[in-house]
């Protein structure tokens, strides 16, 4: 699998509305302790502001322990627990203080895969459709955890990078968020069209 160089912070220093589709496309790498690497391109994500305007967002209330990482620096990764069960991870976007992320939902497996099924619990036969559809599933299939908030992606075992030259970009589609409440309406949802591995393939089409 040939990708390019890591994202460098410039990348993340924009507006998370900007990096998010950016992202579709994109390389997940995590090279484990082992040495093995789990790597994937990012097929869903959503953005969460932080400028006030979004109250889906965790950041809309203010800085608190749980979420100090996405308020910065970019570059980032900010990760909780959802619902006390699942890890999400996300990529902390803006100047630091601004509070804006941008979640992982799903990845297509392209290293590691049989790695992630293991990490997944999913049986050897498990299509590569269930792996990391859903921003639970991709942490788990990637084996990110609440030990990788505030971790760097400039450096050290996890990177995103973008495709090799040549390789075609997705088309991208857009819709309204999914699993929230407050703020559900809008439009941050950015998703490879057509591609298998998108969570809720049916929703924003």
Known sequence: MRVGPRFRIAFFARSC??????????YLVHRLPDGNRLAGRIVEVEAYLGDGSDPGSHSHGGETPRNRAMF????????????????CAN???????????????SLEPLAGEARMRALRGLPGDAPARVIASGPGRLA????????????????????????????????????????????AELPYRFYARGHPCVSHPRLGA
Do not use: F, K, M, N
């Open 140 to 183: 788990q299939a990637l084996a990110l955890t609440l030990g990788d908030d505030g971790r760097s992606l400039l450096r050290g075992p996890i990177s995103l990078r973008p495709p090799p030259p040549g390789e075609a970009r997705p088309e991208i589609g857009t819709s309204r968020r999914v699993g929230i409440q407050r703020g």
């Open 17 to 26: 509305l900007e990096v998010a589709p950016d992202l579709v496309g994109a």
């Open 91 to 105: 990529v902390v976007c803006e100047a630091s203080g601004r509070g804006a992320a941008v979640l992982l939902r």
């Open 72 to 87: 910065g620096p970019p570059g980032r990764l900010y990760a909780y627990r959802s619902y006390g069960v699942h890890t």
